[in-house]
C-alpha cells in the first residue's frame, strides 16, 4: 500500500510572512542512549571484543556528538568518546543531551586513551570502509597485526532502520524542500540561468529552516539534463524544454532527496512520452515498495515500464538508495542489490532517461518503508508546470 506521509508535524504551521519553518521542540526523540547495546549485540555476532569507531556519521550516531574530530571506542562493558580541547564542553552537552552511555576524555594521547580501554582484548574491529591505510597501520603498530581486524557495515546495519525521531526529523528536511521548490517554481517563468535557480532554491531552504542542503543541487535544462548529475551552469532555461531539479535540506543532521522534472510551456510530443513513461515507471517503482520486498525487485518494476516503451537503454543508474546521517546509505535499490526492505527503512524511488544531447527527465521520491507499502516523505506535485 502506497500513502503520502501526514504533514510533517515537527514544521510549525505559517506566520505572517506565510514561511513555515522547523520547531525542533516538536520531534520526537531519538533512541540514542540504546544504540550501544545494540551494536555490543552485532560486535558479539561478529567475534568482535571491541571496536574502534572513526566514521564521523557513526560516531554521531552512536553517541550523539558531531564535532569534525573524534574517535569512539567500544567494548562489551565499555565505550569511550576520545576528542580535542576545541570539544570539551561541546561533547559533554551532546552526550548528556543524548543520553549515550558514553565516557568522554579530552586529550591529544590519542594511542593512550584508546589502549586502555582495549587492554587485555584480543579482537579489535577497524571500520574497514572508513579506516585509513596509514590508521590501519598504527593501530596494528600499537596493538599487534594479529589483534586489529577488518569489520563491515556494523555500525551501518544498525543504522538502515530509522526509529520514529529519526523519521521526524526526516519528514522535516522532506517538507522544507516541498515548500522550497512551491515557493521558487514560479521564477522559472523568468527564464533564470540554472545557476540563478539553485542558489534561490538553496536559499529558500535555508531560510525555512534547513541547516544545510543535502547536496550540491541539481538543475539541468534542455541537453545538459540528459547528463545524471549535472552542475547547474549559466545556460538560461527557455521553453519547450526539460529541467530536471534534485536537491534536499538537512535537518538535525538528517537529510531529504527528491527530483522534479519541470517545464517552461508545454513539450513536443518526444519530450512528452518521456515525461510520461518516466513517471509511470516510478510510479510503479513506488507501488513496488514494502517490507519483505527484495530491492532489486524495485529495480525491475521501474524498468519493466521502460523497457515496454523502449526506452530502457537511456536508464543509466540504479533506482534507488537509503538516506538518513548520509544523503547515499544502504540499502541500495538496483537490479545487483541482494538486500531485503524492512519497515522502518528509507529509500528513494528515482528512475530516470536521458537521451544525450537532446534531454533528461528524472521523477525521485523519498519513501518510509512499512509493513505493507510505503510513506512517502516527498510530496511535490509531478506536473510539468508548477508555476
Not at 510533517?8 to 520547531?23: I, L
Not at 558531531?66 to 570539551?88: E, H, I, K, N, Q
Amino acid at each position: 500500500m502506497t500513502r503520502s506521509a501526514p504533514s510533517a508535524e515537527p514544521v510549525a504551521p505559517a506566520g505572517r510572512s506565510g514561511v513555515r519553518r522547523v520547531d525542533p521542540a516538536r520531534f520526537e526523540t531519538m533512541e540514542v542512549a540504546s544504540r550501544i547495546d545494540r551494536l555490543r549485540a552485532v560486535m558479539a555476532e561478529a567475534a568482535v571484543e571491541a571496536l574502534v569507531v572513526g566514521n564521523l556519521t557513526n560516531v554521531r550516531y552512536l553517541s550523539g556528538f558531531t564535532g569534525s574530530a573524534g574517535l569512539l571506542v567500544v567494548t562489551g562493558t565499555d565505550a569511550l568518546l576520545v576528542t580535542d580541547g576545541r570539544y570539551t564542553d561541546q561533547a559533554a552537552a551532546q552526550l548528556a543531551e543524548s543520553g549515550a552511555p558514553v565516557e568522554l576524555r579530552v586529550t591529544r594521547a590519542v594511542r593512550e586513551a584508546l589502549g586502555a580501554v582495549v587492554e587485555g582484548l584480543t579482537s579489535i574491529g577497524l571500520e574497514a570502509a572508513s579506516v585509513t591505510w596509514e590508521a590501519q597501520r598504527s593501530y596494528a603498530q600499537w596493538w599487534g597485526t594479529d589483534r586489529v581486524v577488518p569489520t563491515d557495515g556494523l555500525v551501518e546495519g544498525l543504522r538502515i532502520r530509522k526509529d520514529r525521531g529519526e523519521l521526524d526529523r526526516m519528514a522535516a528536511a522532506a517538507a522544507i524542500a516541498d515548500a522550497a521548490l512551491e515557493q521558487v517554481a514560479p521564477m522559472l517563468g523568468d527564464e533564470p540561468t540554472e545557476r540563478a535557480f539553485a542558489r534561490e532554491l538553496d536559499h529558500a531552504m535555508l531560510v525555512l529552516g534547513a541547516e544545510a542542503r543535502s547536496f550540491e543541487t541539481i538543475v539541468a535544462s534542455g541537453p545538459n539534463a540528459a547528463r545524471p548529475h549535472a552542475r547547474p551552469g549559466d545556460r538560461r532555461i527557455t521553453s519547450g524544454e526539460t529541467v530536471v531539479v534534485d536537491f534536499g535540506a538537512v535537518v538535525d543532521g538528517y537529510h531529504s532527496d527528491m527530483t522534479r522534472t519541470l517545464s517552461v510551456g508545454p513539450l513536443d510530443d518526444r519530450l512528452q512520452r518521456l515525461f510520461d513513461a518516466v513517471l509511470a515507471s516510478q510510479a510503479a517503482g513506488v507501488a513496488a515498495v514494502s517490507g519483505g520486498v527484495e530491492a532489486a525487485e524495485v529495480d525491475r518494476a521501474c524498468r519493466s515500464v521502460l523497457i515496454e516503451r523502449g526506452l530502457d537503454q537511456w536508464f543509466t543508474h540504479g533506482t534507488g538508495h537509503g538516506v538518513g546521517l548520509d544523503i547515499h546509505e544502504a540499502p541500495w535499490v538496483s537490479s545487483h542489490s541482494t538486500a531485503t526492505l524492512a519497515a522502518g527503512q528509507v529509500v528513494t524511488v528515482e528512475p530516470g532517461v536521458y537521451v544525450s544531447g537532446v534531454a533528461g527527465v528524472r521523477i525521485e521520491d523519498t519513501v518510509v518503508v512499512t509493513d505493507d507499502g510505503c510513506d512517502t516523505l516527498t510530496t511535490s506535485p509531478k506536473t510539468l508546470d508548477l508555476s
